[in-house]
């Protein structure tokens, strides 16, 4: 650990204000808010103390029907910080954004800041690190995604400034001290000549207290029970819901499960099958006690998109900390540290996945060793010692 105090620049918001936010959007941005509190606990454990400079991760009006969110200070989990300011407008986001951080510089002196890391590749955050170089903070990127992901929400103006942020996001994280990075493909485009900490995700300290008393997976058809095959996250088809959703017709003698929200949601609301079956999107709480009778956990994905090499899906991880039998597709950014702890699907047809449902279900159930080796590896102080053995060696901040 190092003495530094250091901040969190990003999306590290209050449960309550996330909860509400997340009721209103069509896609919510559940598993950025998780991982942004993962990442405060890891940060802790590197440092002294840490600092928050948040805002509000939301999608544009009218999308999410508010078009203002107003600035204030907040204390979470012991943790000060500050709520940014800026309109929920396209084009006037990012330039209030990139505003509120200019007003919040005083609050950076007198927290004593000397490392500021900034999370996900939001470009007005981006552009206010590089002025944060300038003034001699050490400011370290945390690339979560590639740049410029086009959501299903999206609308065509709002797709091509994405392409124009993602042109110019390249320039603003050269300038870093270092950056951490949740694939190897996300380094070698963005940041190839600076030091770099890549891996998979965090392992959510609160999910794992959730999860750690799962008995071993259980066999349902051994007790006359039907198979359950689970899905959490984005139930759009970029992530292959779509495809899940037509594997669960050809296998009617397994119950297939979703979670979330997304553009493959009135499909589901409508299906007439009886093994398919929608519960909305749900809190931490219920997905674990969802995941406790699951036989497997399931990652569709497509393997072969642009995000999914520049990408790591952290259900992931979640996943294996529950015991339960994983079934994904072969993304490229998985690491080999974890990668035999998954069952895999290499024909991602929905007949393929059909397939690899079947062989999953006919092996014997694991996983113990795999929620051990994920804790011991991605765990939330794990991470923190090895961001603390990356800022060790950077030069002590002088201003």
């Known amino acids: 650990m190092t003495a530094q105090p250091a901040l969190l620049l990003g999306f590290t918001i209050p449960d309550v204000i996330a909860q509400e936010v997340f009721a209103a959007d069509p896609l919510p941005a559940a598993q950025t808010h998780n991982f942004a509190w993962s990442l405060v606990r890891a940060i802790r454990a590197a440092h002294d103390t840490v600092f928050l400079l948040s805002a509000v991760p939301v999608q544009n009006y009218p999308l999410v029907p508010r078009k203002w969110f107003g600035g204030r200070q907040f204390v979470e989990n012991g943790t000060d910080g500050r709520m940014l300011a800026f309109a929920n407008l396209i084009i006037l986001k990012h330039l209030t954004r990139f505003f509120s951080c200019l ?40 690339l979560t995604d590639p740049p410029g ?23 603003l994280i050269r300038p870093s001290t270092a950056v951490v990075a949740l694939a190897p493909e996300l380094v070698r485009p963005y940041a190839a000549k600076l030091p770099t900490l890549v891996l998979p995700g965090i392992l959510n300290g609160h999910w794992l207290d959730r999860v750690r008393g799962f008995a071993p997976a259980a066999d349902n058809r051994k007790t006359g029970g039907r198979p359950i095959v689970l899905y959490a996250g984005g139930l759009a088809a970029a992530y292959g819901a779509d495809r899940l959703i037509d594997a669960a017709l050809l296998l009617p003698d397994v119950d297939f499960v979703f979670y979330g929200k997304g553009d493959q949601v009135a499909r589901l609301e409508n299906s007439t099958a009886a093994n398919v079956l929608y519960k909305g999107f749900a809190d931490a709480s219920t997905l674990a006690d969802a995941m406790r009778g699951a036989s497997i956990l399931i990652n569709p994905r ?28 072969r993304i490229q950014s998985i690491p080999a540290d974890i990668a035999d702890h998954f069952a895999y699907i290499d024909d991602e047809t929905p007949a393929g996945i059909a397939e690899a449902v079947r062989k999953t279900l006919a092996r014997e159930p694991g996983g113990a060793n795999a929620a051990a080796n994920v804790e011991t590896l991605y765990g939330e102080k794990a991470v923190g010692r090895r961001l603390a053995a990356l800022v060790r060696p950077m030069p002590a901040v002088e201003r």
């Open 302 to 329: 497509p393997s072969g998109t642009d995000f999914a090499v520049q990408s790591f899906p952290s259900k992931l991880i979640e996943y294996l900390a529950t015991g339960r039998p994983v079934l994904t597709t």
């Open 103 to 142: 007003v919040a510089l005083p609050q950076l002196r007198r927290w004593r800041v000397q490392t500021v890391y900034i999370h996900g590749v939001h470009s007005p955050f981006l552009l206010f690190g590089v002025l944060l170089r300038l003034l001699g903070y050490r400011v370290i990127p945390i």
């Open 149 to 171: 992901v086009i959501l299903p929400t999206d609308g065509t103006f709002a797709a091509m400034l994405k392409r124009i942020d993602a042109a110019i996001i390249r320039a």
